[in-house]
């Protein structure tokens, strides 16, 4: 009876494998994004030019982010044709310097970006996730949107150069960008950097809305996850056995409440299967033993 427990084993394996591999890429690009947000600026000298380094950072993002989604074989595959093609834009410019692909860089980069923060989005929407999980994909989430933000005005800085005004650097950096994109985001607005055109101010008033739809989104879908536990615990309490052998509540065994209740009770269904065929195989296999034997006398 050993193949059915192999054949029990390995998606249980697979399955701690892949949030084991989801958990590392998704811890991986926490401390990336943190360490391009408030570390990198202090390791590199003020005034110096952080455009690669920056670069490099967030493809590092982008391939941390590829192993946090590997579990949605589909939206990995399309995000690491775009880190391929990121790393090729980025070495054609540093080839060939008169190609001036640098705006095809930073727009494949924004794709590849976006199709990520939707992925680690899905995931931290999704029901039957672990509370830490979300919280952690919820951190991700916000940080990305940040990078994503900040991508895009440097795209709008390089096509329209006046479109900001303020205290930026004179080579201003993915970084430069992303605490503004941070101030904006959180509806802070220190003001240092301002709008300065049409293009830029509706880029300010995008991102404005998009921090509070995406705080007011993030804080609903925590307290409904909160809310479902606790009546998913309370379900399953009411309908627990007393010391006698039956329900506490009465006469009839209550189903514990929520999908886990429910392959609780499919586990425990297809357990008690699985011994009625172990009994029928024993029953069946003795009689042929018998009959096989040496005749009597």
């Not at 309490?237 to 999908?259: D, H, K, N, R, Y």
Request: aromatic share 6%; proline share 5%.
């Amino acid at each position: 009876m050993e193949a059915p427990s192999r054949r029990t084993t390995l998606p249980v394996l697979h399955h701690a494998g892949v949030a084991l591999l989801r958990r590392s890429g998704m811890a991986g690009m926490l401390i990336l994004l943190a360490f391009g947000m408030f570390a990198l600026p202090v390791v590199f000298p003020p005034g110096e030019d952080m455009t690669v380094a920056s670069r490099m950072l967030v493809l590092l993002v982008v391939v941390c982010g590829i192993v946090a989604i590997s579990e949605n074989p589909r939206m990995a595959l399309l995000l690491t044709v775009l880190a391929v093609l990121v790393v090729l834009a980025h070495a054609a410019e540093r080839v060939v310097p008169a190609l001036n692909i640098e705006k095809w860089h930073d727009a494949v980069l924004l794709s590849a970006l976006i199709v990520l923060a939707i992925a680690v989005g899905t995931g931290v929407f999704a029901t039957k996730r672990a509370i830490g999980d979300r919280l952690f994909g919820a951190i991700a989430l916000y940080l990305l949107l940040g990078v994503i933000w900040a991508t895009l005005y440097a795209i709008v800085a390089n096509a329209v150069p006046d479109a900001f005004a303020g205290s930026l650097p004179k080579h201003a950096t993915l970084f430069d960008w992303g605490y503004f994109s941070l101030v904006t985001l959180t509806t802070v607005g220190y003001g240092d950097i301002v709008p300065h055109t049409t293009v830029g101010r509706w880029a300010g008033v995008a991102i404005m809305f998009t921090g509070i739809a995406v705080l007011g989104v993030l804080a609903g879908s925590m307290a409904s996850f909160f809310r479902l536990e606790r009546a998913e615990g309370a379900g399953g309490t009411e309908g627990a056995p007393s010391a006698e052998g039956s329900p506490s509540t009465g006469g009839t065994a209550q189903e514990p409440a929520g999908a886990d209740g429910a392959l609780r009770a499919l586990t425990g269904e297809v357990a008690a299967l699985r011994a009625q065929v172990e009994s029928l195989t024993a029953m069946l296999s003795a009689p042929r033993a018998d009959a096989d034997g040496p005749p009597a006398g």
